[in-house]
């Protein structure tokens, strides 16, 4: 059986958000990729409640907290 949509959300919405913090890191911090990053996360904590096993603080807490750094 493969996988449920959950998980093939959670893992390409978790990669985006992992291919931004590259893209800041390289200093593309602008404010579209910052609008980006926001609606990522918005993303990510919708699919939280609709798909309780997604573990969001493990996911996504480390990667706001660095680009709140950043700022």
């Known amino acids: 059986m493969g996988e449920s949509i ?7 919405l978790t990669k ?5 913090e ?5 200093g593309l911090q602008t404010r579209q ?3 980006v990053r926001d609606k990522l996360v ?4 919708h699919l939280a409640k609709v798909a309780p096993r997604f ?14 750094n950043r700022r």
């Open 6 to 12: 959950e998980a093939v959300a959670e893992q390409a």
């Open 55 to 68: 573990d969001f603080d493990r996911e996504v807490t480390s990667i706001r907290l660095s680009s709140v």
């Open 16 to 20: 985006l958000l992992f291919a931004l």
């Open 22 to 26: 590259d893209l800041e890191c390289h």
């Open 33 to 35: 990729l910052s609008d």
């Open 42 to 45: 918005s993303a990510i904590e």
